[in-house]
């Protein structure tokens, strides 16, 4: 593989954190990276066989000076302290719970910026650093200027592969407003906590977007120089399987339905399906995708997208887990090693893209 190797060190091992760590190591040769290390901060006998399938795929373990002898008592060697391994690390990808990375930026990432490239953080980290969204704003990003790049949430990317694809075809804003209503699973099949029992509304946490997904997609387009008129409702369902967004996108100019169509196949991050219910899409994931996931951007559910008045696209499709949000923090780590060879090193992914579900 042509291009800068370097040592990824991921900060977390949760829903995100976790696959990521697998995904790195498991491609490290052909992505080129020289070491992968992850930082586990609890000492849990639980966690035990999960440290130690990441480790046994090349995965390095590193841990807080003060816990080595704890992790030690599991039967675990770590590889160095954690101090250590941000001083070594080229990138580093915070994949730790909801507002903790914006924490982590302050009291240490600041204090590496001499040695490493970049820093990255995941969905709900508002204020880390520029949002990006692999083959959303790729061109925003900028060599030596962005250290730090938020991964926007899976259900983010959903949204602005729609807008992109329907809305920005040309690079143009053909938009007059999108409106989204995201059903959102309970919880991951992983996590033990968090599962509701009925249908949960979300509140509208800001008058100008609704949720965080339409604000993130905003500040997303506008590294683009795009200001778009976006909002977005959300609720729990009580399923663990896949989120679902309804979307309608308002365009400027007519458009007939089986140009919408059209433009869904074309775009080799975007899968479409004629099926319906989200526990088929899931089932082919888990059994054609990367250890269950697909990592295209969205699937469009083709029997629901309508097109009303001319103008205005309407339809279903379903977030891929975290899948899309994995592909992206990929492509960052990528782009922050070696900003001229990191798309080369990222199609080493593309047989996990799917046309069609």
Not at 42 to 49: E, I, K, L
Not at 221 to 227: E, H, I, N
Not at 236 to 251: A, D, E, P, S, W
Request: proline share 4%; with cysteine; aromatic share 10%.
């Amino acid at each position: 593989m042509v291009g800068q190797k370097g040592v990824v060190h991921v900060v977390g091992t949760g829903t995100i954190g976790e696959p990521l760590i697998g995904l790195l190591s498991r491609f490290r040769e052909k992505a080129g990276y020289e070491e992968v290390t992850f930082h586990k901060r609890s000492p849990v006998q639980r966690d035990v066989p999960k440290i130690k399938a990441l480790i046994a795929i090349g995965a390095k373990l590193v841990v807080d000076e003060d816990r080595v002898q704890a992790f030690e008592d599991l039967g675990l060697t770590p590889t160095m302290v954690h101090e250590e391994a941000l001083e070594k690390a080229d990138v580093v990808v915070d994949c730790t719970p909801s507002g903790v990375g914006r924490s982590n930026k302050t009291q240490f990432y600041n204090k590496y910026l001499a040695g490493t490239k970049g820093f990255i953080a995941q969905g709900s980290e508002f204020g880390f650093g520029k949002m990006y969204a692999r083959g959303i704003n790729d061109e925003a990003l900028e060599v030596g200027q962005d250290r730090f790049i938020q991964i926007v949430s899976c259900n983010t990317h959903n949204l602005c592969a729609l807008i992109n694809t329907v809305a920005l075809p040309d690079g143009d804003d053909n938009l007059e407003e999108g409106r989204f209503l995201c059903l959102r699973r309970a919880n991951d099949i992983s996590q033990v906590k968090g599962f509701v029992p009925s249908p949960e509304v979300g509140k509208h946490g800001d008058p100008d977007y609704g949720t965080h997904h339409a604000k993130d997609a905003v500040h997303l387009f506008r590294t683009k120089g795009l200001d778009l008129n976006l909002f977005s409702s959300a609720l729990k369902m009580n399923t663990q399987y896949m989120h679902c967004i309804y979307f309608t996108l308002k365009l400027k100019k007519p458009v007939a339905k089986e140009e919408v169509i059209r433009r869904f196949r074309d775009d080799h991050r975007i899968c479409t399906t004629k099926k319906q219910s989200a526990c088929e899409v899931f089932s082919f994931g888990r059994d054609h995708g990367y250890f269950g996931r697909i990592l295209n951007q969205t699937v469009i559910v083709e029997p629901s997208v309508e097109v009303r008045n001319d103008n205005e696209v309407i339809g279903f499709c379903f977030t891929p887990q975290d899948g899309n949000s994995l592909l992206s923090s990929f492509s960052a780590v990528n782009w922050f090693l070696d900003p001229g060879t990191y798309n080369e090193r990222t199609d080493v992914l593309r047989e996990f893209f799917f046309q069609e579900v």
